[in-house]
């Protein structure tokens, strides 16, 4: 009997088991439904967190995850389900929004400000950062949406349309009317991919280039868009493979980074003022400028020279726009035949100063080539100071000028063509120009980016899908994580933090991918609301001592769409000290354990900004009800 019995219960048990987890997922469907009719796309946090209950695998991450205030001391909130009193802990400081006229607050590029500096060498548009020094203090609340900010479509649709209440600026449908730049269509903007040197399209404009410059292949993958207007230019060529960092400054054609982010392409906001652009030497195999405004012939060539800094050996410039066939143009350009004559030679100069081998010339574009050992190639150049290579990669908040960046040793400007170049063995590993870096450590470190990634996808299973085309990582290292996430349809700005031990972004170049330096102490130099997913490895442990938690965490959440995710990855006592600061910031967490082991100090955090906007603030009643409806399992409670 005894052994019937046994019996008996062990073919109950599944059965049992099924039924538990269909009504699991039963009242998280139901649940979802019922606040449906609040947030706009909030369901993607519920979409999470449904995945990671209902998933057995990732339902026992989650509940490891969610218990770790119980074992672990620190600032954290102790777990829902303890009560003794030494876990007790007050209530999180509570971030309240910021002025609805504040929902496109760029801090280091705030146009009051900025009219204060020189405008010799466009100082004045260049990153003028708040400090708490000077009395001018950074902002300590949540800079809000827009009224009817809705997610923005999946790329490649957003690449042709941006929904208007996102980005609600008309100026540019009639400064630009006549280049096509961009139209408005009632509820969204469409961009049909014109610009002021292509008006019939980017695509065309693109083929022409294509005669001389090898975008075919993978030969030219990296692209610099100076001036970069909507950035029509690196919206066209990503279907060609080719990655395009486009800026502008925040000048008085207002939003053009800002619709270039709504549109999935990368940009920031800057300009070629007096300080040096946040890129290592040989980053690009293309620098563009269509009619960027830059004056070339100028400052001794200072702009021609930075440009070479950044441009790989073999590398291509391209100039759209005058002086190019000035003789052509003088009338239409409104400008005298002796002022473009002049400004054309000193391009023609500076070019073969710096050894550029002027490949063509096409109507009203230039196209040079830097030649892949300038040294043995131009014996007969001009005296000029070469530049101090003590450390070529220091360039942040340094003085462009005018010198030579001293040529490449042999070999080690050979790359493969994308996409083996993402896996390849980039060569200043190879060289042995990272410290601490070998071929085989460098190997390890992409395998271990690998299992990361693998683990996330096992609580976020979205992280494979189309839902995030705008990603950052906020310290790179070597890109491992964006090689690991790798998609056409994503992109990734890798960011090395001025404070890291390696300085690495010229091995991110080097894999085919895109990033710039920049210290987390500062606001990024981008719009609010430009990123969907950010990557956050270490970044608190980093800047433990060099600034304020809840103002990293602030300038995250402001560059974070409404229901954008990061995932923070740090010691356990740091995430608790995060999971309660995000608490007062409109965050859903969950915590997991390290894919390795329980045992590991290192954890996983994963957010999501609720959905929320400057109009809705005055409900305070439907915010709650929000609130409530969005509660679940699979979220910090």
């Excluded at 470190?445 to 990361?452: A, D, I, L, S, T």
């Excluded at 404070?499 to 987390?520: C, K, N, P």
Aim: aromatic share 10%; charged share 25%; hydrophobic share 40%.
């Amino acid at each position: 009997m005894a052994n019937k019995s046994s019996s008996s219960g062990a073919r109950t048990s599944p059965l049992s088991l099924v039924i538990a987890m269909a009504l699991c997922c039963f009242f998280y469907l139901l649940g979802a439904w019922q606040r449906s009719g609040y947030g706009k796309g909030d369901t993607i946090a519920a979409a999470v967190n449904l995945h990671t209950t209902c998933d057995p695998a990732a339902a026992a991450i989650a509940a490891a995850g969610l218990t770790f205030e119980t074992h672990h001391g620190g600032d954290g909130a102790a777990s829902s389900n303890t009560s003794s009193p030494s876990f007790s802990s007050p209530a999180p400081e509570e971030f309240a929004p910021c002025a609805a006229a504040l929902a496109d607050h760029t801090p280091c590029h705030d146009q009051d400000r900025a009219m204060k500096f020189p405008r010799k060498n466009m100082v004045y548009r260049e990153r003028h950062c708040p400090s708490t020094g000077d009395g001018d203090a950074r902002l300590r609340c949540l800079v809000p949406a827009p009224a009817g900010y809705v997610t923005p479509f999946p790329w490649p649709k957003s690449r042709d349309y941006v929904p208007f209440a996102n980005a609600p600026y008309k100026s540019l449908t009639v400064e630009k009317a006549v280049q096509n730049w961009v139209q408005y269509e009632g509820a969204v903007f469409r961009f049909p991919g014109g610009g002021t040197q292509f008006p019939q399209g980017a695509d065309k404009y693109i083929d022409r280039l294509a005669t001389v410059v090898p975008f075919a292949g993978g030969h030219v993958r990296t692209v610099l868009d100076t001036g970069c207007g909507v950035a029509s230019l690196g919206a066209y060529l990503d279907s060609r493979g080719v990655i395009t960092m486009s800026f502008a400054p925040r000048d008085s054609h207002e939003a053009q980074v800002q619709f270039a982010l709504e549109r999935g392409v990368p940009a920031f906001i800057g300009v070629l003022g007096s300080i040096k652009l946040p890129f290592p030497p040989r980053s690009f195999d293309m620098a563009h400028c269509s009619r960027c405004l830059i004056p070339w012939g100028a400052n001794g060539g200072m702009y021609m020279m930075e440009i070479d800094r950044v441009l790989r050996p073999g590398g291509y410039w391209v100039l759209s726009g005058p002086p190019i066939n000035w003789k052509a143009n003088h009338r239409a350009w409104e400008r005298s035949e002796a002022d473009l004559s002049g400004e054309q030679q000193r391009v023609e100069e500076f070019a073969a100063m710096l050894c550029w081998e002027k490949v063509t010339e096409i109507n009203e574009i230039g196209i040079w080539r830097k030649r892949l050992d300038p040294a043995a190639a131009c014996p007969d150049r001009p005296p000029v100071r070469p530049c101090d290579d003590a450390n070529p990669d220091d360039v942040w908040y340094k003085n462009m000028e005018t010198c030579i960046t001293p040529p490449v040793a042999a070999g080690a400007g050979e790359l493969k063509p994308f996409p083996e170049r993402l896996t390849a063995v980039p060569p200043r590993i190879s060289s042995g120009a990272v410290p601490g870096f070998t071929a085989e450590s460098y190997e390890e470190e992409n395998q271990r980016w690998e299992r990361h990634v693998a683990a996330y996808k096992k609580v976020n299973y979205k992280l494979s899908t189309e839902r995030y085309r705008n990603i950052m990582d906020m310290n790179a290292g070597v890109g491992g994580f964006a090689a690991a996430i790798f998609s056409p349809k994503a992109w990734v700005m890798n960011v090395v933090p001025t404070a890291a031990e390696l300085s690495t972004l010229g091995v991110v170049y080097e894999r085919g991918l895109i990033g710039m330096y920049h210290d987390w102490c500062e606001a990024f130099s981008t719009y609010p609301r430009t990123y969907d997913l950010i990557h956050a490895n270490g970044i608190f442990t980093l800047y433990k001592d060099r600034c304020k938690m809840e103002d990293i965490l602030l300038e995250m959440d402001r560059i974070l769409r409404p229901e954008g995710t990061v995932i923070f990855r740090d010691d356990v006592d740091v995430l608790l000290k995060v999971q309660r600061t995000v608490k007062g910031m409109r965050w859903k967490t969950l915590m997991a354990n390290h894919e390795d082991s329980p045992h590991l100090r290192e954890k996983v955090l994963f957010a999501v900004k609720r959905y929320w906007t400057a109009a809705n603030e005055g409900s305070s009643e439907e915010e709650k009800k929000m609130d409530s409806s969005s509660e679940g399992k699979g979220s910090e409670e």
